[in-house]
């Protein structure tokens, strides 16, 4: 029982044991198809406790073992049970993970996982496989920011808790810098400030070198005037006032989420660039002053155009996933309609570019290099989850949900966009193919 797995990698044998040693580790490992979250990640390796959530208030604790840590080649956690809501040990029986490092002879890293379980290896394995190819593309994402001149920063991040804001900030703090997350509560630590959307505060943005905006109000939901205006003045204003503090505070780089909304629901028999003009419709002329709102003189800015994120942690494929596991899947109205994509850690390289690739000004759209249509979606999800596709969705099924002008302008828009400035500057993506990405996201 168990498993063993082993991977080697392009990068000395201190970066890579040091990586696992820095906040944001854990979050990064955990398989996203997983029901687990990470509550607490070990204050240190050697001897610290991480503590995992798990469905029904359950605890998965990893106590981290002093008498087997030896750096740069080795460190062991422990399940332990303490408390009442631990898992309880005759439930998941023991669990010993032993991490090995060893230096191969061309100066790369040979990693080995070996866990000491009753679960089979065949349970294990999709975890283990996601696990090293992850790390392996976080050190290749790390390594390219280095070279492109990043050096450790002080980094700013609003809607850090959110999907993409959470993964970033992890991304990030693995990377050495330094993530500030800027909350709408009570700050707690020095890791947190802050922040009244309305009115930041003078000192919002001492010490900090770029800023990651990437706050606003969730579109999906029926466009009634309120979602509207909620939508709205989640974004504009909010986005004016702290670019105005960024600018102020001598912020080099400001980067704010944007949307490919911009070009407009209906654009069919169209490739939209960054250089297409603005298309019609509620988002598109929220997204066009939620822009202009992002770009303060003398500050460096990018605005991330962002297309449909893959991730079962949110979005579409979150809606889903549970649709087409039962085998009800299928696509949407004709299904000719294009969706322009993105893995959700291909997004989170996107932003590390912008915060170093000089290159990158202005509207970027960040969307994987290969659309595909409404059907190719449909039947791609479900050879990924061995499950029939072939029940279309009639039109009017997101309409009773988004309301007809939400289904029109989210659910059935029509949008083959294009990364002309990311291929400019040579950038590569993890995950070019949506079955690629479908499998990684899902553990297939």
Same mark, same amino acid.
């Given at each position: ?35 687990? @979250? ?14 995992? =959530?798990?469905?029904?208030?359950? @605890? ?42 060893? #230096? ?46 990043? #050096? ?12 993409? !804001? ?9 990377? =050495? ?91 069919? !028999? ?51 996933? $549970? ?9 949407? !109205? ?23 690739? =000089? ?22 999800? !479900? ?11 009639? #039109? ?19 949008? @083959? ?14 995950? $070019?193919?949506? #079955? ?9």
């Amino acid at each position: 029982m168990g498993i063993e797995f082993t991977s080697t990698l392009d990068a000395s044998i201190d970066e890579v044991f040091g990586w696992f040693a820095k906040p944001g580790a854990l979050r990064r490992l955990l398989p996203p198809w997983q029901p687990m @979250r990470a509550i607490h990640e070990a204050d240190s390796i050697a001897d610290g406790r991480a503590v995992l =959530g798990l469905p029904g208030g359950l @605890r998965w604790q990893a106590q981290h073992m002093a008498a087997d840590f030896s750096p740069p080649h080795r460190f062991v956690d422990e399940r332990v049970v303490d408390g009442p809501r631990s898992v309880p040990a005759a439930l998941a029986g023991p669990w010993r993970h032993e991490h090995e490092f060893h #230096e191969t002879s061309d100066g790369r890293t040979e990693v080995i996982d070996r866990v000491h379980t009753a679960v089979p290896e065949a349970l294990l394995r999709s975890t283990f496989e996601f696990r090293h190819r992850q790390l392996a593309d976080d050190l290749a994402a790390h390594h390219t920011a280095r070279i492109g001149g990043l #050096e450790p920063s002080v980094i700013a991040v609003s809607g850090a808790s959110g999907l993409v !804001g959470s993964a970033l900030c992890a991304l990030l703090s693995t990377g =050495g810098h330094r993530v500030i997350r800027l909350v709408r509560r009570r700050a707690v630590g020095n890791d947190e400030r802050a922040w009244d959307p309305g009115s930041p505060a003078a000192d919002l943005l001492d010490g900090v070198d770029a800023v990651l905006h990437l706050a606003g109000a969730p579109i999906a939901g029926r466009f009634t005037d309120a979602h509207r205006a909620v939508i709205r003045d989640s974004r504009v204003e909010p986005t004016r006032r702290l670019a105005e503090s960024a600018a102020s505070n001598g912020v080099h780089t400001f980067v704010s989420a944007s949307a490919i909304g911009f070009y407009g629901y209906d654009r069919p !028999g169209e490739t939209l660039s960054e250089s297409s003009t603005r298309g019609g419709g509620f988002l598109a002329e929220v997204v066009d002053d939620w822009e202009q709102a992002a770009r303060p003189p003398g500050v460096r800015t990018v605005q991330v155009r962002t297309g449909i994120v893959q991730s079962p942690l949110g979005g579409t494929l979150r809606l889903q996933r $549970p649709i087409y596991t039962a085998g009800l899947g299928g696509r949407l !109205g004709s299904g000719r309609q294009w969706l322009s994509w993105i893995d959700l850690d291909d997004l989170l390289d996107v932003y590390l570019r912008a915060l170093f690739d =000089g290159r990158l000004v202005g509207p970027v759209n960040a969307v994987a290099p290969e659309p595909v249509t409404a059907a190719d979606y449909a039947t791609t999800l !479900g050879r990924v989850l061995h499950r029939p596709a072939v029940l279309p969705v009639p #039109e009017f099924g997101p309409a009773l949900l988004l309301g007809r002008q939400g289904a029109r302008e989210l659910a059935a828009a029509d949008q @083959r966009v294009v990364c002309h400035r990311l291929d400019d500057v040579g950038h590569v993506f993890r995950r $070019p193919s949506l #079955e690629a990405s479908l499998r990684h996201q899902l553990g297939r």
